[in-house]
């Protein structure tokens, strides 16, 4: 399929009516909003990859609502599941009652899941965000072990509610213990590769065995499989296992976050799956709701041990969401979209690896599936005594706008924001592949450029 270049459309808003649009958010929206400066666009129409702007232009959506949309926009499977809810009558509000909608798409995730796991699974519907869920989770496994301690990693993201947001790595939570999470590129122990990953596994086993280490057994240990927000960062498969190993040796939950990495993104349809560890407790969210507000926890039954209303919340029983979540599902399934991910992915790793060497400010190419990040550093900053060049915020933020001019959505993560993260579609074309290199690599290399006329 050929990809259609930025293009004025005759359906465009006034360019007036946009500016006024982006002008009334800025004056009237919170401090704290997000996407919406580093992507001053105003979206009205959406298929697949594609985004079309009040303005007419076209991008390439490589954000896919935060790893959201698996199918991309507005996927005619989505929208037809939609549509027959709406049609047949169905209430679209239940609380957490049971309805036919919502047993087909239970029915469908845990014929997704691991099978193992699936067979002993309780599955708990939560508010409609992914940090709810980890809340939940973080509940879940306090009441069922008696204990408050939390083992946590560095650069970790779980969200944005209290709990959450103590397990994330960019906060602080006197319950939570960091420990440190296995990075090649900047590895903590400055080796790198299955040697740092062990000696973080044993930090983490020392710790835990010290009757002086100050951590007394925790209530669980929380992990992303594939660290998106902290920079795109895949664990190792002989680390997962061995968390597992060290988890299980001790009593201690294993949470595994695939709230990101779900629905097919990494190569495999739940991340986990590649290192085949087993854990105690998923949470999941984004893709499972086919593109609309969705957010469960699926544990082991022996920890099934919380009170009714444990966990309650209005927004439980989102009807077209889990309509939209369960074709989702079962078109990723059907498809082998969890394959085509690797397979694309591993294809665009390799030729922004090419691009890597022919530019010193790509640092670190890096992911799994299309879970794709580029971390950009400053060679010329480097100190003697430092193994990588320090990352480059500024130049990854140019080149973030300079992907936008080109009609490239992408998203900067990482603990310095300095990583160009991609996350398109897992229906993504090999068309739609080179052409969002094609402008990454020019976007780069304009950004370059103005970074060098820039310098004093
Ligand atoms: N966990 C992970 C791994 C995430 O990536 C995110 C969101 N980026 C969350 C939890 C929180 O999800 P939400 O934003 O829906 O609360």
Same mark, same amino acid.
């Given at each position: 399929?050929?990809?259609?270049?930025?293009?004025?459309?005759?359906?465009?808003?006034?360019?007036?009516?946009?500016?006024?649009?982006?002008?009334?958010?800025?004056?009237?929206?919170?401090?704290?909003?997000?996407?919406?400066?580093?992507?001053?666009?105003?979206?009205?129409?959406?298929?697949?990859?594609?985004?079309?702007?009040?303005?007419?232009?076209?991008?390439?959506?490589?954000?896919?609502?935060?790893?959201?949309?698996?199918?991309?926009?507005?996927?005619?499977?989505?929208?037809?599941?939609?549509?027959?809810?709406?049609?047949?009558?169905?209430?679209?509000?239940?609380?957490?009652?049971?309805?036919?909608?919502?047993?087909?798409?239970?029915?469908?995730?845990?014929?997704?899941?691991?099978?193992?796991?699936?067979?002993?699974?309780?599955?708990?519907?939560?508010?409609?965000?992914?940090?709810?869920?980890?809340?939940?989770?973080?509940?879940?496994?306090?009441?069922?072990?008696?204990?408050?301690?939390?083992?946590?990693? /560095? *650069?970790?993201?779980?969200?944005? @509610?209290?709990? %959450?947001?103590?397990? +994330? =790595?960019?906060?602080? &939570? !006197?319950? $939570?213990?960091?420990?440190?999470?296995?990075?090649?590129?900047?590895?903590?122990?400055?080796?790198?590769?299955?040697?740092?990953?062990?000696?973080?596994?044993?930090?983490?086993?020392?710790?835990?065995?010290?009757?002086?280490?100050?951590?007394?057994?925790?209530?669980?240990?929380?992990?992303?499989?594939?660290?998106?927000?902290?920079?795109?960062?895949?664990?190792?498969?002989?680390?997962?296992?061995?968390?597992?190993?060290?988890?299980?040796?001790?009593?201690?939950?294993?949470?595994?976050?695939?709230?990101? /990495? *779900?629905?097919?993104?990494?190569? @495999?349809?739940? %991340?986990?799956?590649? +290192? =085949?560890?087993?854990? &105690? !407790?998923? $949470?999941?969210?984004?893709?499972?709701?086919?593109?609309?507000?969705?957010?469960?926890?699926?544990?082991?039954?022996?920890?099934?041990?919380?009170?009714?209303?444990?966990?309650?919340?209005?927004?439980?029983?989102?009807?077209?969401?889990?309509?939209?979540?369960?074709?989702?599902?079962?078109?990723?399934?059907?498809?082998?979209?969890?394959?085509?991910?690797?397979?694309?992915?591993?294809?665009?790793?390799?030729?922004?690896?090419?691009?890597?060497?022919?530019?010193?400010?790509?640092?670190?190419?890096?992911?799994? *599936?299309?879970?794709?990040?580029?971390?950009?550093?400053?060679?010329?900053? +480097?100190?003697?005594?430092?193994? !990588?060049?320090?990352?480059?915020?500024?130049?990854?933020?140019?080149?973030?706008?300079?992907?936008?001019?080109?009609?490239?959505?992408?998203?900067?993560?990482?603990?310095?924001?300095?990583?160009?993260?991609?996350?398109?579609?897992?229906?993504?074309?090999?068309?739609?592949?080179?052409?969002?290199?094609?402008?990454?690599?020019?976007?780069?290399?304009?950004?370059?450029?103005?970074?060098?006329?820039?310098?004093?």
């Amino acid at each position: 399929m050929a990809v259609t270049e930025p293009a004025s459309a005759p359906s465009a808003v006034p360019e007036e009516a946009q500016r006024g649009i982006l002008r009334r958010q800025s004056l009237r929206e919170s401090a704290a909003r997000t996407y919406a400066r580093s992507l001053p666009i105003v979206p009205v129409r959406a298929r697949g990859i594609t985004i079309e702007g009040a303005d007419g232009r076209r991008y390439l959506d490589c954000l896919s609502g935060a790893g959201t949309l698996a199918l991309g926009h507005n996927h005619p499977v989505v929208l037809e599941a939609v549509r027959k809810v709406i049609d047949s009558g169905a209430p679209l509000h239940v609380l957490d009652l049971a309805t036919p909608v919502k047993d087909a798409f239970t029915t469908e995730l845990f014929a997704t899941l691991p099978q193992e796991f699936a067979d002993d699974a309780r599955i708990q519907f939560c508010g409609p965000a992914g940090t709810d869920a980890v809340e939940a989770a973080l509940k879940l496994v306090r009441t069922a072990t008696g204990r408050q301690g939390l083992l946590a990693f /560095t *650069g970790a993201y779980h969200g944005m @509610t209290a709990g %959450a947001l103590g397990a +994330s =790595g960019g906060a602080t &939570d !006197v319950r $939570v213990t960091r420990l440190p999470f296995p990075q090649d590129y900047r590895c903590p122990f400055g080796v790198g590769g299955d040697r740092g990953a062990e000696l973080g596994a044993r930090w983490t086993e020392a710790l835990l065995d010290d009757p002086k280490g100050g951590v007394p057994t925790p209530a669980g240990m929380i992990l992303e499989p594939v660290q998106g927000e902290g920079g795109v960062i895949p664990a190792p498969d002989a680390w997962m296992r061995r968390m597992r190993r060290i988890t299980e040796e001790r009593g201690i939950p294993l949470v595994v976050d695939e709230v990101q /990495t *779900g629905v097919g993104r990494t190569g @495999t349809f739940w %991340a986990v799956e590649r +290192s =085949g560890v087993r854990p &105690d !407790v998923m $949470v999941l969210s984004k893709a499972i709701g086919g593109s609309l507000p969705l957010a469960v926890v699926v544990y082991r039954s022996a920890l099934d041990v919380w009170q009714p209303g444990a966990h309650a919340g209005t927004f439980r029983g989102n009807q077209l969401a889990m309509a939209a979540g369960a074709a989702t599902l079962a078109f990723v399934r059907e498809n082998r979209l969890a394959d085509h991910a690797a397979t694309l992915g591993a294809r665009m790793l390799g030729r922004l690896q090419g691009l890597a060497a022919a530019h010193p400010s790509i640092g670190d190419v890096r992911g799994r *599936g299309l879970m794709i990040g580029v971390e950009l550093v400053d060679p010329a900053d +480097s100190t003697p005594d430092a193994l !990588v060049p320090p990352p480059a915020p500024a130049l990854a933020a140019a080149v973030q706008r300079a992907c936008l001019d080109r009609g490239l959505i992408v998203e900067l993560g990482g603990r310095h924001s300095a990583v160009v993260r991609l996350l398109p579609p897992l229906t993504l074309t090999d068309d739609q592949a080179e052409a969002v290199l094609d402008r990454f690599a020019d976007a780069l290399a304009a950004a370059e450029g103005a970074a060098v006329q820039g310098s004093p």
